[in-house]
Nanobody, 124 residues
Framework: DVQLQASGGGLVQAGGSLRLSCTVSGFSYKYYAVGWFRQAPGKEREGVAC????????DHADSVEGRFTISSDIAKDTVFLQMNRLTPDDTAVYYC?????????????????WGQGTLVTVSS
C-alpha cells in the first residue's frame, strides 16, 4: 500500500519559517508526483505546491509564490515544503498527496493517495 507521512508542522510567529516533510512509501517506481495542500477552518482545501518526479515540473500557488518552495530528495522518497515569511493566513492543516501518474497539479482530484496532515499555526 502507498502511504504518505507528513511532518514538521507547529506553532511559529508571523515572519518565521517552517519546513514540512512528506515521506512516501509503497511505490515500486520513482516517477510519481507529490502535492501539498492546506485547509484552514471553514475554508476549502487549497493546492499549495506540487512536484513531479516524472518530468521535474514544479508549481506553486500564487498565494505562496516567492515564500514557499517545494523540493525533493528522491533517494529518501521525501518531498519538502520550505515555508518562509509565514503569515497568520497560512494557518491550516497541511496535507501531502501523491499522484502515481506523475502529474504536478494543484487540484486535489489528480491525487489518489493522501497523508494524515500536519497542523501549522502562525501567530500574529
Amino acid at each position: 500500500d502507498v502511504q504518505l507521512q507528513a511532518s514538521g508542522g507547529g506553532l511559529v510567529q508571523a515572519g518565521g519559517s517552517l519546513r514540512l516533510s512528506c515521506t512516501v512509501s509503497g511505490f515500486s517506481y520513482k516517477y510519481y508526483a507529490v502535492g501539498w495542500f492546506r485547509q484552514a477552518p471553514g475554508k476549502e482545501r487549497e493546492g499549495v505546491a506540487c512536484f513531479s518526479h516524472s518530468d521535474g515540473i514544479r508549481d506553486h500557488a500564487d498565494s505562496v509564490e516567492g515564500r514557499f518552495t517545494i523540493s525533493s530528495d528522491i533517494a529518501k522518497d521525501t518531498v519538502f515544503l520550505q515555508m518562509n515569511r509565514l503569515t497568520p493566513d497560512d494557518t491550516a492543516v497541511y496535507y501531502c498527496a501523491a499522484d502515481p501518474r506523475g502529474t504536478c497539479a494543484l487540484l486535489s482530484d489528480f491525487y489518489d493517495h493522501w497523508g494524515q496532515g500536519t497542523l501549522v499555526t502562525v501567530s500574529s
